[in-house]
């Protein structure tokens, strides 16, 4: 049986389920209409979820911190095995299957809160001089950045790469480096575009192709019809024509951002934007009370940071401004492994954000 004190209650963060727990009902809402069986599925993701965010919630972080380490380069082992016994879906190789029970998992899901973890508990126990990082610290920590994006690029999955990379200097940048070193890297990035363009694989090459050409691809042309037939206020469930005869596809993930405008309108995009923007604002603005822990610190900033690359893309690839990746909206999207992945996250944070004034976790007891 667990008993936890009242007084932890105190420091738990309620604004975050209220800003969430919104987003996940309308989520929950559009996939019923589109698909009743996919979303029978949700509810079993939405428990998964609630069980992974308790489990991280009740974890005693802090006096298993020596652990993280060692997480970290578990992760690193499965996304090195996925080369050679990884399984293979729909052109890439991202998956391990459990055996005798024909599971499968996902390495560079697992690789998000680890690797978050593990820039936490790296910036805690060497923190930033008064002048930010200089070259040596940076490169340090430049090398658990880049290892996992490089071998997730190599399944390949380049988006999933991009976002450790943006997460992972985002959150130096904001904990603080050397100025000197952010521009020469802004002059590298430059110099050897045209390099890494042609390193990519012919897929790749592909949708930024179709995102830099005139005419805009199918699933993009299909978006901007769903998004401009919903007007203001949306159509009624049996009118939302775009995506229950199929036009719009994968309607249920990659695009229920444009399903959403179809359904709700404008309007329903914007308080759903709204809410994303609140809860990012909210995150960052937690930096200000967490001066002196740095591993928290570091924990705020990245979920903040992640979720603002997954809906900014997310939304900018239905409108055709950016080219169409795997990058679903955060709680939104239908899917269990981002469903997971963030509520994970979520849990992670809250139990830093709870018991940061009780750090031995003397509040929490757990009988048998």
């Not at 609630?50 to 578990?74: D, G, K, S």
């Not at 050679?84 to 024909?102: C, N, Q, S, Y």
């Not at 923190?127 to 071998?151: H, Q, T, V, W």
Request: hydrophobic content about 50%.
């Amino acid at each position: 049986m667990i008993r936890i004190d009242r007084r932890i209650l105190t420091h738990f963060d309620f604004v975050q389920p209220i800003l969430i727990l919104p987003i996940i009902i309308l989520s929950y809402i559009l996939v019923s209409e589109a698909n009743s069986i996919l979303s029978n599925k949700q509810l079993i993701y939405f428990s998964i979820g609630l069980l992974a965010f308790t489990f991280f919630f009740l974890l005693p972080i802090r006096r298993l911190e020596w652990l993280i380490p060692a997480f970290y380069w578990l992760c690193i082992a499965l996304l090195i095995s996925v080369d050679i016994f990884g399984v293979t879906k729909l052109g890439a190789k991202r998956w391990l299957e459990i055996p005798f029970v024909h599971f499968t998992i996902q390495p560079s899901e697992i690789m998000k809160p680890s690797f978050l973890l593990m820039m936490a508990y790296l910036v805690k126990h060497r923190p930033p001089g008064i002048n930010g990082y200089g070259l040596k610290d940076f490169l340090r920590l430049s090398i658990y950045i880049i290892l996992p994006a490089f071998l997730i690029m190599k399944e390949p999955d380049l988006g999933t790469a991009l976002i450790l990379i943006i997460m992972g200097y985002a959150i130096l940048f904001i904990i603080g480096v050397n100025k000197k070193i952010w521009l020469s890297i802004a002059a590298g990035i430059v110099i050897l575009a045209p390099l890494i363009y042609e390193n990519l694989h012919d897929y790749q090459k592909k949708r930024i192709n179709d995102f830099l050409s005139e005419e805009s691809s199918y699933h993009v042309r299909q978006s901007i019809v769903a998004i401009g037939s919903g007007g203001l206020t949306g159509k009624p469930k049996d009118e939302a024509t775009q995506t229950h005869f199929k036009f719009l596809p994968i309607a249920t993930s990659d695009f229920i951002f444009s399903y959403t405008i179809e359904r709700f309108g404008f309007l329903g995009a914007f308080t759903l934007m709204m809410f994303y923007g609140f809860l990012i604002t909210h995150l960052l603005s937690l930096n200000y009370g967490l001066k002196d822990d740095y591993f928290t610190q570091v924990v705020t900033t990245g979920i903040g940071i992640l979720i603002f690359i997954y809906v900014s893309v997310n939304i900018m690839m239905t409108i055709g401004f950016a080219p169409v990746v795997g990058i679903p909206l955060p709680f939104y999207s239908y899917g269990g492994s981002s469903f997971v992945t963030f509520l994970s996250l979520f849990g992670i944070l809250q139990n830093l954000l709870t018991f940061r004034f009780d750090p031995t976790y003397r509040f929490v007891k757990i009988k048998f």
